[in-house]
């Protein structure tokens, strides 16, 4: 996505524009005069959006538009003396909307907007470059000295070098520049993946293994672990080394799992996070269906890990986050324009091609591959891809599915405090028989305990 900045105060036109090369991965060209603005214009590199002050000169940028068929839309940028947008002579001008940029909220809003255009299709989305892996900063922090150089990114095809590879970083110090510079992400090259995931795989383990190390630093640890591995499965697909993170990821996790389970307070440690969502929600079904297990008195090792297991790659083949928070065809159906045609096929066979990238791996036992291929099957013969019932799904998938049914419904009322008596109320229909009624009679008790948790 190209965007052009027309924005005379030059810090505040800095931080916006670094805001969208980073969080959107926007190419931006900044503009100080409207000079500026027509010289990018006439260059050869299509715009897809104008962002500008709001103030009566924009007439000359609006007759300009129209003079050339332009319908490259605008989002205008309001202030005290205008705080209204300025179009009312121009109704073919498209106006995304009037932000006022005053403080973190309203570039906040600005990314929203713009996001929200993506998803709806007006804008075209940033695609990634194939040869950087995203790596959250947490996690740039925790794996030191670097195996790789660390990059941050301005656009979907420029990179510049954020730290050099064998830096022996002070966490005070990377933090400081992280959080000065609003940076969520960091990225590595691919030439440095194989280095990067080994010693990644080294930490987690030694992690894993630490009396010291806290809870919630190997739960954050264990979601940063989820996130790159779901990025590099998708950019070099599921290579031993990436199925190595895997295995190292699934103990972190077990090492993780509470003997006591507490659903909210499980569920009150992640917070939602729009990037993170594959990653939070694959956690959070992993804790919860674990906890499940030991309702239903089949707990063992064996069984969390596999639980896990299913739960940290169930996904594994869909990398659009907003695509996997969709339960349903019958959703899907009604949310076709967000997606593009190869999105909609790729999604409705991934349970499928997830549990087909893992069985490249030959240690993955065949109730993994069960829970994966039928976790969005439905009691009652409405899911898929199968369409099959709850006779015929296996008991651990058929917790897999509860769990997530659960994970879902929290994320939909927030995890603050939410009714499970609803919950219960609501899936009590269609948990009605043979495991899935097991499962709901086990675990209800947990559930209307923890309401006022
Ligand atoms: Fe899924
Ligand atoms: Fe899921």
Known sequence: MHVVLYKEEPKSREILAFALESKLGASVSRAAKFEDVVQVLLANNPVDLIICDSKPENATLYKMLLSTGSNIPVLLLLNSTSPQQQNISFPDIKILAGINLDGEPGMEKVIEIIRNEVKNGNLKPTTDDPDYCRVSAELAIQVSPLQGDLYIRLSNTKHIKLFKKGEQLNKTHIEQVLTEKKIKFLFVHRSDYGSFLLKFGEDLKKIADSPTATLQEKEMLSLSAIQVLHELSHKIGFTEEVHELARESVRLVVTTLSKDFKLVNVLKAFAKDRDKYIASH?????????????????????????????AICHDLSINNQELAKIRTLKELNNNTTSYTPEEITAYK?????????????????????????????????????????????????????????????????????????????????????????????????????????
């Open 282 to 310: 694959s956690l959070m079904v992993a804790h919860v269906a674990c906890g499940i297990s030991t309702k239903m008195t089949w707990p063992s090792d064996t069984t969390s890990q596999k639980l896990v297991t299913a």
């Open 349 to 453: 066979s991934h349970p499928y091609t997830s549990a087909d990238s893992l069985s490249q791996a030959n240690d993955i036992s065949s109730d993994v591959d069960f829970i994966i291929r039928q976790h969005h099957e439905r009691p009652d013969g409405s899911g898929f891809p199968r369409g099959l019932n709850a006779r015929n799904i296996a008991p651990l998938a058929a917790v897999f599915i509860v769990a997530h049914d659960i994970v879902d419904f929290i994320c939909q009322q927030g995890t603050d405090n939410p009714s499970f008596d609803n919950f219960v109320a609501e899936y009590f229909s269609q948990y009605s028989s043979g495991i899935f009624k097991r499962i709901l009679v086990a675990i209800t008790p947990e559930l209307t305990k923890n309401r006022a948790a």
